[in-house]
T-cell receptor, first 112, second 111 residues
C-alpha cells in the first residue's frame, strides 16, 4: 500500500520562484495536513483540510496556499519563495482529528 | 500557551540497556497524546495513542504510559534497530484540534 505519497522528494528554488508540492493518499481519509519540520522547532502545522473543497490555517500559514479539489489530493503552494521557507515539508492524513495521522516521507526544499 | 517538552534531547544506550523517554505537556483539555518514531529521511511513523491518565500501551520492546502532566516511552532491552527519533504530540481543545509536537528525543542504541 502506498499510503501517503509526496512529490517531489527534493527541490531547489531561487528566491521569488513559485512551486507546488503534491500530496496524495489512498486511504480514503477525510483529513489532510501540511507540516514543516525545522531543526530545533519540531513539526509545525501550516494548513489543513477536513474534507474535499475545504481548507483552514494552521500555526504558520503565511507565505503558503493550499487547495483540496479532490479528496485524495492536497496541494501546497509557495507563490514567491523566500529563504525562510527552506525546510522539510511533510504531508499527513487521518480519518479524524482524534485518529493517528499517517505521514509521507517529506519534500526537502531549499531556497537560495 | 500550550507546550510539549521532550527530554532528553539525545540518548545513547548500549544494546540491552533499558531506559525511558519523557514527554511533559502543559495543555488544558487533553484529548489525546500520540507517540511517533521517525527514521532519518523518513516521515513520522505512528506508534501509540493514549487518551486518559493511567492508560498504558505496549508494542514489542516499547511501552507508553500517561499521567496528567507527562507521558513516558519505556524501552526494554533495546536493539540497534530501535535507533530513531521519537516524537510525542498532544491534541487538545484549546488548539483548534491541531496537534502540538515536542522537539523529539534522538535515541542511539549501540551493539
Amino acid at each position: 500500500n502506498a499510503g501517503v505519497t509526496q512529490t517531489p522528494k527534493f527541490r531547489v528554488l531561487k528566491t521569488g520562484q513559485s512551486m507546488t508540492l503534491l500530496c496524495a493518499q489512498d486511504m480514503n481519509h477525510e483529513y489532510m495536513y501540511w507540516y514543516r519540520q525545522d531543526p530545533g522547532m519540531g513539526l509545525r502545522l501550516i494548513h489543513y483540510s477536513v474534507g474535499e473543497g475545504t481548507t483552514a490555517k494552521g500555526e504558520v500559514p503565511d507565505g503558503y496556499n493550499v487547495s483540496r479539489l479532490k479528496k485524495q489530493n492536497f496541494l501546497l503552494g509557495l507563490e514567491s519563495a523566500a529563504p525562510s521557507q527552506t525546510s522539510v515539508y511533510f504531508c499527513a492524513s487521518s480519518y479524524s482529528f482524534h485518529q493517528p495521522q499517517h505521514f509521507g516521507d517529506g519534500t526537502r526544499l531549499s531556497i537560495l | 500557551e500550550d507546550q510539549v517538552t521532550q527530554s532528553p534531547e539525545a540518548l545513547r544506550l548500549q544494546e540491552g540497556e533499558s531506559s525511558s523517554l519523557n514527554c511533559s505537556y502543559t495543555v488544558s483539555g487533553l484529548r489525546g497524546l500520540f507517540w511517533y518514531r521517525q527514521d532519518p529521511g523518513k516521515g513520522p511513523e505512528f506508534l501509540f495513542t493514549l487518551y486518559s491518565a493511567g492508560e498504558e500501551k505496549e508494542k514489542e520492546r516499547l511501552k507508553a504510559t500517561l499521567t496528567k502532566k507527562e507521558s513516558f516511552l519505556h524501552i526494554t532491552a533495546p536493539k540497534p534497530e530501535d535507533s530513531a527519533t521519537y516524537l510525542c504530540a498532544v491534541l487538545n481543545n484549546n488548539a483548534g484540534n491541531m496537534l502540538t509536537f515536542g522537539g523529539g528525543t534522538r535515541l542511539m542504541v549501540k551493539p
